[in-house]
């Protein structure tokens, strides 16, 4: 079998207080990947443990077989750049600028090119020339999501992604995730308090009681 994407083996990490111990989890390519767990639980936190912004008091992340805390700064910032790409509840794209403007800030910096077939799925493709200020909620999250698929990405992270999205609109986004990863071969790492999209995805985790278990 090929190298998995992502190997997490041993995390721990606190704040205040101990978040969570003994974590280890594997992302394999074309797998899609769920987690979890109550509001500050630290799902979010694992999450930007998984995805370079913060190291664990404890244990190893290897990212594409790079061990990335390991990694000098300018090897990261092309990890982030070329290989991952990260979706947040809250976007964050530039008000004054059109839709397909804000997409080609990231092609340009990631060397990749925009397709039409994606911004048809996401159903934005005749909002292109509109500005995000003049664009609703749902509509400015699927152009963000446009912009992170636009560069490629080899594993996705997203952080609650529909958290904010009516229910049709959650399963279009999903729909589109999922069809990247299998068509892509990347791995997505989502993290969501939905059990109708953590059900979707081929393996699911849960973080309780400062640990992270598979779930059956
Ligand atoms: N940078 C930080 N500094 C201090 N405490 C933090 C920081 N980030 C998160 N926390 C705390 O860690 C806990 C878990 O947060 P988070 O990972 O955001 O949980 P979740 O995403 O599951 O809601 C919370 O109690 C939060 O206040
Ligand atoms: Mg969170």
Redesign the pocket.
């Known amino acids: 079998m090929s190298q998995p994407l992502l190997s997490a083996t041993g995390i721990a990490h606190s ?2 207080t101990e ?1 969570f111990s003994n974590v280890d989890l594997t992302l394999n390519s074309a797998q899609s990947i769920a987690i979890v ?1 109550r ?7 694992l999450l930007h443990i998984f995805s370079t912004f913060i190291k664990p008091d404890e244990g190893t992340v290897t990212l594409l077989n790079k061990d990335i805390y390991a990694l000098k700064d300018e090897a990261v910032e092309a990890v982030r750049r070329f290989e991952i790409g990260i979706i947040f509840q809250f976007h964050y794209l530039f008000k004054g600028m059109s839709a397909m403007e804000n997409i080609e800030v990231a092609t340009m910096l990631s060397g990749s090119h925009i397709e039409d077939a994606l911004l048809e799925k996401l159903e934005i493709k005749e909002l292109m020339d509109q500005k995000i200020g003049e664009l609703s909620g749902g509509q400015q999250q699927r152009v963000s999501i446009a912009r992170v698929l636009s560069k490629k990405p080899r594993i996705i992270f997203a952080d609650e992604p529909t958290g904010n999205l009516d229910k049709e609109t959650a399963e279009l986004v999903m729909d589109v995730l999922l069809d990247y990863v299998k068509e892509t071969g990347a791995g997505l790492v989502l ?1 969501t308090h939905d059990e109708t999209m953590s059900s979707r995805c081929d393996t699911r985790y849960r973080l309780e009681d400062k640990v992270l278990r598979e779930i059956e």
């Open positions: 704040f205040d978040l767990g509001s500050g639980s630290g799902k979010s936190t993290v």
